[in-house]
């Protein structure tokens, strides 16, 4: 049986939960149980709110404190979501690095009866958990010190969580492209995610509108699924002051998502593919089991 | 054949010589290293004036940025390269053989900090070089003796700081990777990486400095910009004289304190374990 090529029969999904579920349980504890709660709590409240507070001091130093402009909600949102971009992909993709490298576990877990792929995806149950918490506390600060207004009653819940679910499938799947190529570094595994967060940053508008870049780096953030979810998320939550900037105001909110859904569907078929290469090449080449001390 | 055998200050040279030969040479066998070290940074920097560019900024601030990033360089190889390195040795098994050789662990300590300072300064150099270019950044050197001693000073700082923290890092084991990154983004928010640190309340500022980069950041951005000096927290003779300071303590206190970690982790036998 090769695990990352099962098909869907009954048997083989009861092996698909299974390898779901206990490596969310794994992930949770390796997450989770380095330290104490409250030095946990620390960790996942801090991270976050130093990264929102260094774009408020920007901002509020230029601005002279000015929360009402459209832009502040535009910057703050984007930032916050912005959050499970880079916890989630990290969280499955450094996953590999982790068993490999750190606990030298990835051959048992090869020769055991789950299925990889699936297992990984387990793996970032624990990333988007954590991300969760950080991304309301983020928000919740924004609303409580910052002036940030969201008024519940006018939120868009059905647009809201459908976003979320349609977008952390495919931050899963762009995880799990990542954890393909994680199979075949030896020495870089570091930079990679690194890299792939900072460059969303930049390119999918997260924290600036797309026309503040220059012209010809723009075509890069209209290939980027995480675009259109970050402004599906703003504008469910504050509909009209995200609606108020040029890039995507030519799309209403069902073209929006219809874009998402076409990007991630790319991405899941994507990722199987690429997942699989990089996981026979690693076979090929003998690194699946290497350890190179990061 | 008989070896000459090295004692005292010449054995305390080699050794700083030997731990600071693959800082510097190692990391530039790994070209890609090199890309992913600069690029990266150069990534984070973009964002952070294209948004300076969405509120309307002056161009002072592109400039703040850009030094800003290049800093960072400097912070992270601290935090990545000497506060967690020797849990990196812990669990890779050579901090026992350190500790075993008859050799000090304080030339050991600055054997890295010389070699990682060397190879970071290239890449602080080629950030502030590209980012420079890339957004037309204007310098006006007020005094550049006074530029090269900040630097020095904030370095002979800085890595007294990772020499200092790397001890603590001694007894720690998987909570080091955590915290480690726990120390990044609160630094950059209160070293004031991408905005002068006088925009943050006095005694929050006051309370930055104890991190040498946040005074020798605000230093050499009054130094090199134009308008610097008008957005400059302390004169700059003043935080000269504060990084004075900051040199000298931190370096006792590395020396005392790895000494005292030293002794406890070998009382308690945490030189060799890892709990992963």
Sequence with gaps: MKPSTLNLTLFNIRILWRSFKIASWLGWQVESNWTDPFLFAVYSFVKPLSGAAILV???SVITKGDYDSPIFPYIYLGNAFYIYVGQLMNGISWAVIDDREHYKTLKYIYTAPIHYPTYLLGRGVASFLVASISVIVTILFGVFFLRLRIDLAQVDWLLFFSSILVGVNMLAMMGLILGGVMLLLVRHSWELGGMVASALYLFSGAIFPLDVLPPFLRPLGYLMPITYWLELLRRSLVGEV???????????????????LALTAVFAILSRSVFRWCERRAKELGVIDVVTNY | MRMKKSSGVALFIQTVIARAYPRVIGQQREKSWMFFEIFLPLLSVSAYVFVYRAIGAPEEYVGFVVLGGAMVAFWMNILWGMSSQLYWEKEQGNLALYIMAPNSMMAILLGMA???LFATALRAVVIVGLGSWMFQVRYAIASFPQLVLVFFLAMVALYGLGMMTSSIF??????????????QEPIYLASGFYFPIKSLNFWVAMGASLIP??????AMRQLVFPAGDTFGFLSVPV?????????FAFLLGAKLLLDYMERLAIREGRLTETRR
């Design chain 1, 242 to 260: 995200a609606q108020a900037f040029p890039t995507l105001s030519g799309l209403n909110n069902a073209q929006l998502m219809g874009i998402l």
């Design chain 1, 57 to 59: 001091v920007m901002y």
């Design chain 2, 213 to 218: 980069l946040t005074l020798g950041l605000d």
């Design chain 2, 239 to 247: 935080e000269i004289g504060a990084l004075v300071m900051l040199s």
């Design chain 2, 114 to 116: 010389l070699g990682g």
């Design chain 2, 170 to 183: 001694l007894l720690l084991s998987r909570e080091a990777w955590h915290l480690a990154a726990l120390a």
